[in-house]
């Protein structure tokens, strides 16, 4: 996987990043110009600006960027003076982040009648779905849309991996037992997951709970699980749950877009 297409993963992810350039370089420097990094909050992930103690120093400044402040920082060293090489050149690197919230990404386990509709519904939508089943037949029903990815998977579970930390996901498979071991996984690598959802009654949330519970999962992370899923509107034709369900999903962004920009996203 080149440079760009790690960026592309990271931002379909929903995983903050910066990316970090050479822009410029005078005398004896160990990055090539246009060498680019990619950092994310675990560190380095992919590309290099020459090693040693500037890509340190580099992966110091990325981290810094990537915290908050201004998106797009240059920053011009002297690697004798500044960093502490025995090279007397200079380089300057370009620091970008790249946020998440640029594209809204929905996971949905399950193919089922509930989903039928409300794939297409959120079709029509500016987003991007990923459709999880282990049932090729089911899969096969869905619509054909440029925003919407079809993945037969063996179980379930497999296909946690197309979830990302700003992910929507919602589970409306098969039954309890394997919704179970999606949330499970979910909240394992995710525990920051702005929307989970579940299908069922509240019978069903408190079954579910107190299983999770038993593997492990925090509480503070159990309260993130949403079921029933959908606003309280409408009644239980396929239909009207998607309907119910697609508002639902609506409300959620809206309120992490005016949470994170401090205004109305209308």
């Known amino acids: 996987m080149d440079i760009w297409e790690v960026i592309e993963s990271q931002r379909r992810q929903g995983e903050p990043i910066v990316v970090a350039t050479v822009a410029a370089g005078r005398g004896s420097v160990p990055g090539e110009t246009g060498a680019k990094a990619v950092v994310s909050g675990a560190g380095l992930i992919a590309g290099t600006l020459g090693g040693g103690k500037i890509e340190a120093r580099a992966l110091a400044e990325a981290a810094t960027v990537l915290a908050g402040g201004p998106a797009c920082v240059m920053r011009t060293w002297n690697l004798q003076r ?17 946020s998440p919230g640029q594209e809204w990404h929905i996971v949905i386990f399950g193919a089922g009648h509930v989903s039928q509709a409300l794939v297409r519904l959120l079709a029509t939508l500016r987003c991007r779905i990923d459709v999880v089943d282990e049932r090729p037949e089911w899969l096969a029903r869905l619509p054909e849309a440029e925003n919407i990815a079809r993945h037969r998977v063996a179980a379930f579970e497999d296909g946690v991996s197309l979830v990302g930390g700003g992910s929507f996901v919602l589970t409306i498979s098969k039954g309890h037992a394997t919704d179970r071991p999606v949330l499970r996984d979910v909240l394992r690598r995710h525990p920051e997951i702005p929307y989970l959802g579940v299908i069922g009654s509240a019978a069903k949330r408190a079954v579910l709970r107190r299983e999770l519970a038993e ?18 509107v409408g009644g239980n034709d396929p239909a009207e749950i998607a309907v119910s369900i697609a508002a639902q999903l609506l409300q959620r962004r809206d309120v992490l877009i005016s949470e994170a920009t401090g205004r109305s996203p209308v």
């Open 215 to 232: 593997d492990a999962i925090r509480e503070d992370l159990l309260d993130k699980i949403i079921c029933p899923l959908g606003l309280a």
């Open 82 to 98: 500044d960093i502490g090489m025995t090279c007397g050149g200079e380089m300057t690197l370009l620091f970008e982040r790249i």
